[in-house]
């Protein structure tokens, strides 16, 4: 067996490659001749499978130590098959935070369909176990409902967004698990180069492939990998049946953005590291939200089986400081939602990213209106820096224009940035 650098760069050959090119072919053809009327071919029809698309289906289940995986056009779509294996009565215990389009999905959508969502801080166990077995359960806006059956599923974030939050696997896919749930982890925030959540207990494994797989803001994908035969079935069948499928020419950029993805991830984590350490002495800045500046880093990696934070990172300005001239005013950084690619973006989640959750939500998980979410990319992190930088100076004389009758050097000594 090789390892995971080197199955990165090769994947799994489908077998009908007999020209010698390097790369696997792709297949531009919806369909494919029968030999004859009573000889099924491997592949007939391109919405049930391609070639194409089998490589990278077969690239991500290895690289996510699965057995089966499955590619989509959006990740939302990605997240619509999975969800589909699930009745109407069926209960979904839901990570506090998670992506807005999810969260949406979840309730203007399955929630109209007669799936329950139940949401909980996936931090405390008993809670989790409560909801899970559902012996105690509140709705999203917090009402209490009576005692039911467990749930059939705990669905949740490896990292939160944009806060950074680390979610434990292997506790919550144990608590799971006790009471016959699968767990469903989106993987996307962390990819199978930091962390194989399979390995750690996980049953279903989701990435929006649009981020840091493909890795370089071009295309729109979704992958899952699962470990069971029976839930496989039930995601091929809707993989089939709703049709979300990821075209060949798509499926092959997304083969070749996981080729990169460890000397990507490598880089864009240590320019994050870089930029959250310069950040947390800024004296604009209020908070830092990287696992990697804190005291326990190491600590946390290793609980969490996790190899690295990835490349996100968020952080408020102090108040009065308007984040909107901060990021009206980066260069090299553009002003962009997503996240995962070889570029750096920035964005203000109260008006992008998060504009949907109401304010009231919003606040009550930590994204308030002076939140940046920051999304490194691969350049040098003296330019990213100095771009930071240069944003920040134009934000402080915006506020001292506005401030010019206060003292700002006595606010400054009486703490007022701290
Ligand atoms: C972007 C994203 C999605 C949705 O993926 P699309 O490819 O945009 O459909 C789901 N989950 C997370 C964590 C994401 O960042």
């Not at 919405?47 to 289940?61: C, H, M, V, Y």
């Amino acid at each position: 067996m090789t390892r995971f650098n080197t199955q990165l760069v090769h994947g799994l050959p489908v077998g009908d490659n007999n020209t010698g090119a390097v790369n696997p072919p792709i297949y531009n053809s919806s369909t494919y001749a029968y030999e004859s009327v009573d000889k099924m071919p491997r592949w007939d029809y391109a919405r049930s499978g391609n070639p194409t698309r089998d490589f990278l289906e077969r690239q991500i289940a290895q690289l996510e130590h699965g057995t089966r995986g499955f590619a989509f056009a959006s990740g939302l779509a990605a997240i619509h098959a999975v969800l589909s294996i699930f009745k109407p009565g069926d209960r979904v215990v839901v990570g506090k935070n998670i992506y807005g389009g999810t969260y949406s999905l979840f309730n203007e959508y399955f929630a109209e369909r007669g799936i329950t969502f139940e949401p909980v801080d996936t931090a405390d166990y008993e809670a989790l176990d409560d909801a899970v077995s559902g012996r105690a359960r509140v709705t999203f806006d917090g009402r209490p409902l009576e005692a039911c059956a467990p749930a059939k599923a705990v669905y949740f974030e490896v990292l939160t967004n944009p806060l950074l939050q680390v979610n434990n696997v292997a506790r919550i896919s144990e608590v799971a698990h006790r009471h016959d749930a699968i767990a469903i982890v989106d993987n996307t925030f962390v990819t199978p180069y930091l962390q194989q959540p399979l390995d750690l207990g996980a049953d279903v494994v989701i990435h929006s492939a649009t981020k840091y797989l493909a890795g370089h803001s071009e295309v729109n994908a979704g992958l899952v990998v699962v470990k069971d035969e029976t839930v496989g079935r039930g995601i091929y069948f809707a993989q089939n049946r709703l049709g979300g499928v990821l075209p060949p020419a798509e499926c092959n950029d997304v083969r070749r953005g996981i080729q990169t993805l460890a000397l990507r991830m490598d880089r864009q984590q240590a320019n994050a590291q870089a930029i959250a350490e310069y950040l947390l002495v800024h004296p604009l800045i209020k908070s830092v939200n990287y696992p990697g500046v804190r005291g326990d880093s190491a600590r946390v990696l290793k609980e969490n089986g996790l190899k690295g934070f990835g490349g996100v990172l968020s952080f408020e300005v102090v108040p009065g400081v308007d984040p909107g001239i901060v990021l009206d005013n980066l260069k090299i950084f553009r002003l962009a939602v997503s996240l995962g690619a070889v570029e750096s973006l920035a964005e203000l989640p109260c008006r992008m990213t998060h504009f949907e959750l109401p304010k009231a939500e919003r606040l009550k998980v930590g994204i308030t209106d002076e939140l940046v979410r920051l999304a490194v990319g691969i350049e040098d992190a003296a330019d990213l820096i100095e771009d930071l930088g240069q944003a920040l100076d134009k934000a402080y004389e915006a506020y001292l224009q506005t401030h010019a009758e206060l003292d700002v050097f006595a606010q400054v000594s009486s703490g007022v940035f701290a």
